[in-house]
């Protein structure tokens, strides 16, 4: 029992001394970081058609409410006072958070939104109204976000049932559906790649001069 007691209390040091060693007493690493958080870019669903613009690069946090177009803007700081300079500086866009309704969906949106297109929505008459219009500036400011959210608005069948009316006063027929679209263009996109490689099978047949005698 004493040689026991003899061979742990020599053993004790060694495990001290071994667990000290692995105690890092290098405490010069930070346990935060001071870069920031790279954003993701923003990529729809498969079932909604491609946004024509693409997603943004420079300011992805645009994609992500209505921002209307509105960007970062840079420029200087003129001191007035003794030290007479110029100092860069920044102004981020004006975004709040605000509950907006839409009728076509029949619920209220908490959406991000700048000042300039929540006064171009009240201008527009509405969240649909701001989403429906098909001009190019207007599809362009909306971005990825509106580009979902007006996809969302005309699936409804408010909507639907406002397209098919207008339809049939201006006398046109039903649009294909995006799947039979998509097909088309495949098709079409395949015949025209047939078409190419003929005519450069035609263009690269060997010729022969006919000798004459």
Do not use: C
């Amino acid at each position: 029992m004493a040689g026991l007691q003899a061979r742990s209390s020599m053993s004790l040091p060694s495990s001290l001394s071994a667990a000290f060693r692995n105690i890092s007493l290098n405490t010069s690493k930070r346990s935060f970081s001071s870069t920031p958080v790279t954003q993701k870019t923003r990529t729809l669903p498969e079932y909604i058609p491609p946004y024509p613009f693409g997603p943004k690069y420079v300011y992805k946090q645009a994609d992500s409410g209505l921002y209307g177009g509105v960007q970062i803007s840079f420029g200087n700081k003129i001191s007035q006072g003794r030290n007479e300079g110029k100092t860069r500086r920044s102004w981020k866009p004006n975004v709040r958070r605000k509950k907006i309704h839409s009728e076509a969906l029949g619920e209220d949106l908490f959406i991000k939104v700048t000042r300039k297109a929540l006064r171009t929505i009240r201008k527009a008459g509405g969240l649909d109204q701001y989403l429906l219009d098909d001009k190019p500036g207007r599809v362009r400011e909306l971005g990825m976000f509106g580009w979902e959210l007006r996809w969302r608005v005309m699936q409804t069948p408010k909507i639907q049932e406002q397209f098919k009316q207008e339809r049939k006063r201006l006398g046109l027929p039903e649009p294909p559906t995006f799947e039979e679209w998509v097909k088309q263009k495949e098709a079409e996109l395949k015949a025209q790649a047939e078409e190419d490689q003929t005519n450069i099978k035609e263009a690269t047949k060997p010729f022969y001069n006919k000798q004459l005698y």
